[in-house]
């Protein structure tokens, strides 16, 4: 059975910083893509950042470019997202994703999400 545990999230003011890990189990880690995604209230769930199976090549959505850093290492089956400079509108669920290949694309496999709330 595919487990995803998230942690590191918390709250934090406008321009700091927070560092979230995922903890994977139940599969060869470094076979498979990974990634985060987010859910604000009352907003659709949305793609933050991406990684391929090696950790050679990163994705990320505009929103986020320059200020999150997504990196992996498969020796300890984690996945982490540093997320600096903060805003308000970073608030949200995140949540870490599993992919079905190397390369991002179909996400199958989803952790329970940790809360980031970022206060003005």
Not at 22 to 31: E, H, I, K, Y
Request: proline share 2%.
């Amino acid at each position: 059975q595919v487990q995803l545990v998230e942690s590191g999230g918390g709250l934090v003011q406008a321009g700091g910083s927070l560092r979230l890990s995922c903890a994977t189990s139940g599969r060869t880690f470094s076979n498979y893509a990974m990634g985060w995604f987010r859910q604000a209230p009352g907003k659709e769930r949305e793609f933050v950042a991406a990684i391929n199976w090696s950790g050679s090549n990163t994705y990320y959505a505009d929103s986020v470019k320059g200020r999150f850093t997504i990196s992996r290492d498969n020796a300890k089956n984690t996945v982490s997202l540093q997320m600096n400079s903060l805003k308000p509108e970073d608030t949200a669920v995140y949540y870490c994703v599993g992919g079905r290949s190397e390369v991002p694309g179909r996400w199958d496999y989803w952790g329970q999400g940790t809360q980031v709330t970022v206060s003005s």
